[in-house]
C-alpha cells in the first residue's frame, strides 16, 4: 500500500510538472518580426493599403516584443487581411493570425493601436 501511494504522489507530481510547464511555455512573450512577413499590400473596408510603408509598418517595427499565444477568436475591429497575414486592431490592442508553415497562430498584444486603429463606415 506504501508503494501504491508513493507511485500515486509522484506521477501527480511529474503531472503538474510537465503540466505547468506547458502553461508557461504557451504564455510567454514572444519576438516576433511581423514586417518580415507584411505582403505588399494589405485589404481593408477602404481598399488596399501598401504593407511595407506607412503607419502600419511604422507601429510593427515598434512593437516587435511581448506577443502572447491567444486561441480564442475576438471580435473583429480594424482588419487588415492577406493570404498569410490577418491583422485585427482594436484602440488598446492587436491581434495577429498568421500562417506559419502550413499551420495558422494567433498572437495578441495589449499596445496603445489608435495610430493604425480606424473605422469601416458604410455610406449610404
Known amino acids: 500500500m506504501k508503494i501504491f501511494l508513493k507511485l500515486t504522489i509522484f506521477v501527480l507530481v511529474a503531472l503538474f510538472a510537465v503540466l505547468g510547464s ?21 485589404e481593408t473596408c477602404h481598399g488596399d493599403v501598401s504593407g511595407g510603408s506607412g503607419d502600419l509598418a511604422h507601429w510593427f517595427s515598434l512593437n516587435k516584443d511581448g506577443w502572447k499565444n ?8 480594424y482588419l487588415y487581411k492577406s493570404s498569410k497575414l490577418n491583422i485585427n486592431v482594436h484602440p488598446d490592442w492587436v491581434v495577429v493570425s498568421y500562417l506559419d508553415n502550413k499551420n495558422w497562430q494567433q498572437v495578441i ?16
Open 109 to 124: 498584444k495589449y499596445s496603445q493601436a489608435s495610430s493604425i486603429f480606424r473605422e469601416c463606415r458604410i455610406s449610404s
Open 22 to 42: 506547458l502553461v508557461v511555455w504557451y504564455d510567454r512573450e514572444q519576438h516576433i518580426d511581423f514586417l518580415s512577413m507584411f505582403p505588399e499590400s494589405f
Open 70 to 77: 491567444h486561441p480564442a477568436s475576438l471580435a473583429p475591429g
